[in-house]
């Protein structure tokens, strides 16, 4: 049973469409997050949720909206796609945020034509 | 501004040739610092966390040891299966969830 899971693995689109990956975790954790991994491999943190309420919001374009149904759960949406979306999208969770013990998702490659 | 310098960039190993992998921080007020394995095509995967100089972690063929300025994952006797990129990561003390990654050394090590 996977611990993090996320969907679509792959995702190829046209400019200025909106899309959206999906998250979940059935590891009882309380935190989960979104990082994007870029070309030269750098992982940044784009959003955190504890409980459902946003605690980490980092300097992401307002085209990028995150949503956490409930805990178990964090979709992104991405809308008016542009070229430099291109990356890998990775979710994550964590028992509470003070650990750094993460437990990555296998990625969603997003590439922007 | 919070820095991770990972180097090298890249190991290329003989099996049985151990090395080190440096990680070197600049974070005001270390909460941990932590190095994950990412193989090719998937999430990263947590490997240890070191909270404070001086501390050391082993896991198998893994030591990593922490200063206060910079961390040394050992790899002793390496072998094929060990061929992955390790990242590092560091959280401050004041920066709830927050975890700034390395870019990370990507590792190859040939029978």
């Known amino acids: 049973d996977t611990a993090v899971s996320q969907t679509p693995k792959y995702l190829v689109t046209q400019m200025g469409n909106d899309k959206s990956i999906k998250c979940e975790q059935n590891l009882g954790h309380d935190t989960m997050y979104w990082y994007k991994q870029d070309s030269k491999k750098f992982l940044k943190i784009m959003f955190s949720y504890n409980n459902k309420e946003l605690i980490i919001n980092e300097t992401v374009p307002n085209r990028f909206s995150p949503k956490s149904p409930d805990k178990a759960h964090l979709n992104l949406h991405i809308n008016s796609l542009e070229l430099g979306d291109s990356a890998v999208y990775f979710c994550?969770?964590?028992?509470?945020?003070?650990?750094?013990?993460?437990?990555f998702g296998e990625g969603s490659r997003l590439t922007v034509l | 501004e919070d820095q991770v310098t990972q180097s090298p960039e890249a190991l290329r190993l003989q099996e049985g040739e151990s090395s080190s992998l440096n990680c070197s921080y600049t974070v005001s007020g270390l909460r941990g610092l932590f190095w994950y394995r990412q193989d090719p095509g998937k999430g990263p995967e947590f490997l240890f966390t070191?909270?404070?100089a001086g501390e050391e972690k082993e896991k198998e063929r893994l030591k990593a040891t922490l200063t206060k300025k910079e961390s040394f994952l050992h790899i002793t006797a390496p072998k094929p299966e060990d061929s992955a990129t390790y990242l590092c990561a560091v959280q401050r003390g004041d920066s709830w969830g927050k975890f700034q990654f390395g870019a990370g050394t990507q590792v190859v090590v040939t029978p």
């Open positions: 070191l909270y404070s």
């Open positions: 994550a969770s964590s028992q509470d945020s003070g650990t750094g013990e993460l437990f």
